[in-house]
């Protein structure tokens, strides 16, 4: 508790995070207390025995996946030719120069990198036939609700300016809801 920013972070998440984290719990109260194990004391007497310097950079995070799941840690970060095991070591100086070009290269060319999930996942050939297979495959239960002239539409603007009217969260959630269907409905 030596740690300035440590008892910093300790009161907002005791003052703040409460009012924030569980707004949309009291409407579950109705039917049921909900249960809520990150506020057991007994979690935030763990934190307070952690020392500070393990709370950085996800450290804590970073050590407990490379302990209980190697074989994740070791999956190579895109763009960054490393993973957990070897982010921050040496490997990271010989990396610098190839991941510097890479980033000119993007710059001087105009393109630029992938910040949201959704252009991650749609962007491509790929992305595009993956959402073509779940949102207009015939046959697909989510027809039933939207029709699929809407949906082509909606691919065929996202394509065009994925940015504008947040096309890219609206396919998406249809995405997800289609999935649900296909599994659940």
């Known amino acids: 508790m030596e740690d300035l920013s440590f008892r910093t972070a300790a009161f907002l998440a005791e003052q703040i995070g409460f009012r924030w984290a569980n707004t949309g719990m009291r409407g579950f109260q109705l039917g049921a207390f909900p249960r809520e194990p990150f506020y057991d004391t007994r979690v935030a007497d763990f934190f ?3 020392p500070g310097e393990m709370h950085r950079g996800r450290r804590l995070q970073v050590e407990y996946l490379k ?6 840690a070791r999956v190579e970060w895109e763009g960054w030719d490393a993973d957990l095991f070897t982010y921050n070591t040496r490997r990271r100086a010989l990396t610098l120069p190839k991941r510097a070009l890479r980033r000119g290269w993007a710059r001087i060319s105009g393109r630029r990198p992938a910040e949201r999930n959704w252009e991650v996942q749609f962007a491509g050939e790929y992305g595009r036939n993956g959402l073509e297979k779940w949102l207009l495959a015939p046959g697909l239960r989510l027809h039933e609700y939207v029709d699929t002239r809407d949906v082509d539409r909606l ?3 996202f394509q065009a300016a994925p940015l504008e009217q947040m096309r890219g969260h609206t396919i998406s959630s249809l995405l997800t809801f289609s999935a649900w269907l296909e599994k659940y409905g």
């Open 48 to 50: 307070c025995t952690v």
């Open 67 to 72: 302990r209980y799941a190697p074989d994740l």
């Open 155 to 157: 691919l065929h603007d």
